[in-house]
């Protein structure tokens, strides 16, 4: 009898052809949301230090950069508002202009005809003086839950005006969805569509974008509405359901990478898509690497990415637009 090995999955590996005829999991640029981060003025790029090619920009600026971005291929866009630390106070209040600069984003792109959906993260954090995501106790040491739901209706509201396509709530309240759901069809927003930051950790992956939003606590930490990171897929799978039960159109995971367990437990429990965040420090660990020659970063970024997607992830966001748009 011959001892050479008569199951060979090599045979399988064995030419290029091979392998992209078996790949079950592909990269395109569909599964991609582009993060962007606005504020007020004319002709703004700022550069943000800790995730470099990443920017601040004006509404005129990020219309040209998203135009750009429509005709490589891709299909929505997460719009963050950046304010001068003046404007904030205490309960956010420039949240809840109707002029404020994510609606007025989300008006010029809808002028413009954008071939981009629209999507707003909805909190309290980048607008209140203290940053944490809504109004806070009478205590001040922490955010008061139900209170902060009426704003973020408001906020909700005045974006759905605006031309958003799908708000994504980002706070971690109890109540938000339903809250929302709520609000928006009383005010014949029913066709908006809310993408709920179901499972958001505490984490410490989340560094440079408070940089780039300057949206970083004053005081103390996120924890208490926040999750534990330390804590099971069990308390995952609940936020999701409760989210689900008041009304969520699609679910997020934020981090990914860190959490693919978790993004996983979600996929196999819900039917709705499911969106993974791959934040500013995974980005910004990525480009760091690559920049003092440690990684491949090509190779690394789509091997992460394509981790994710098989991990669960319809849609995935990313900072890594630009450098996506020419690898795929």
Not at 77 to 104: H, M, P, T, W
Not at 161 to 168: C, E, S
Not at 201 to 226: K, L, M, N
């Amino acid at each position: 009898m011959s001892d050479r090995p008569v199951i060979r999955p090599r045979r399988l590996r064995r030419s290029p052809l091979l392998r992209d005829l078996l790949q079950r999991t592909r990269l395109s640029l569909d599964d991609f949301i582009l993060p962007i981060f606005v504020r007020a003025g004319k002709n703004i790029h700022q550069p943000i230090a800790s995730m470099p090619g990443v920017f601040q920009m004006s509404v005129d600026v990020a219309l040209d950069w998203l135009d750009e971005r429509a005709n490589e291929g891709f299909k929505a866009y997460l719009v963050f508002g950046v304010i001068e630390r003046e404007k904030k106070d205490a309960v956010g209040s420039a949240a809840l202009d109707a002029d404020n600069i994510v609606c007025q984003m989300l008006r010029a792109a809808k002028q413009a005809k954008l071939p981009m959906l629209g999507i707003t993260d909805l909190c309290f954090c980048e607008y209140t003086d203290h940053g944490h995501c809504g109004r806070l106790t009478a205590d001040g040491k922490t955010v008061d839950n139900d209170a902060t739901l009426e704003l973020l209706t408001r906020q909700a509201i005045a974006h759905a005006r605006a031309g958003a396509d799908i708000i994504a709530p980002s706070g971690m309240m109890d109540g938000t969805i339903g809250a929302l759901r709520q609000g928006l069809d009383d005010s014949g927003f029913e066709d908006v569509a809310l993408l709920s930051y179901a499972v958001k950790y505490a984490s410490a992956f989340y560094g440079p974008f408070r940089d780039a939003a300057d949206s970083a606590p004053g005081f103390g930490d996120r924890h208490s509405y926040q999750m534990d990171p330390g804590r099971g897929a069990d308390e995952a799978l609940n936020e999701v359901q409760l989210d689900l039960d008041q009304g969520a159109d699609m679910v997020m995971v934020k981090p990914a990478m860190a959490y693919l367990d978790i993004l996983s437990a979600v996929r196999q429990q819900v039917h709705v898509p499911v969106v993974a965040y791959h934040t500013s420090a995974e980005y910004s660990m990525i480009e760091a690497a690559a920049a003092n020659g440690w990684i491949d970063r090509d190779r690394l970024l789509l091997e992460s990415l394509t981790a994710i997607k098989r991990a669960g992830a319809d849609l995935i966001i990313s900072y890594h637009g630009q450098t996506l748009a020419k690898l795929l």
